[in-house]
């Protein structure tokens, strides 16, 4: 399941939003490659269950630092754009434009640290899908 590599723009919140959207295709799609990848008791000879659980189980954990690195970025570079506009509003109180501008990153800093949360809840529940059923067949190995 290619997805998109997450370098996209951070300008933009809403496109941003998309490409995570996009991104997530491996979390929302988890129970159908479970059902359709590893095997039910009846057919068990027929399929290395443990190297699909394992394959699946990298993929999600690729799809997952993507999206988290991504996300940081953008957390990092709308914390810049945010202290270089306060700075200059420290210079400039009066400008309007700036002000304004001010607030929408303020606003799209929020929604994006927002999205650390989003992720840390899909990312749980694909884990949690994906040891319910793999459990028997393969052990990930222990982060933290």
């Known amino acids: 399941m290619a997805a998109p590599s997450g370098d996209g723009s951070c300008e933009d919140f809403t496109e941003f939003q998309e490409i995570l959207r996009v991104m997530r295709t491996i979390d929302d799609r988890i129970v159908h490659e479970l059902n359709t990848t590893v095997p039910t008791v009846s057919f068990a000879g027929k399929i290395d269950a443990g190297q699909t659980c394992k394959q699946l189980y990298q993929s999600l954990q690729d799809a997952h630092a993507s999206r988290d690195k991504a996300i940081k970025r953008c957390i990092a570079q709308t914390s810049t754009a945010v202290n270089n ?17 001010l607030r929408k990153e303020q ?38």
């Open 85 to 101: 506009l306060q700075a200059e509003r420290l210079k400039d109180s009066d400008n309007l434009a700036l002000i304004k501008l």
């Open 107 to 144: 606003s799209k800093l929020k929604f994006l640290k927002s999205e650390l949360n989003v992720e840390e809840v899909v990312n749980d529940r694909s884990l949690k899908v994906f040891n319910e059923r793999c459990r028997l067949h393969y052990k990930p190995p222990k982060t933290e």
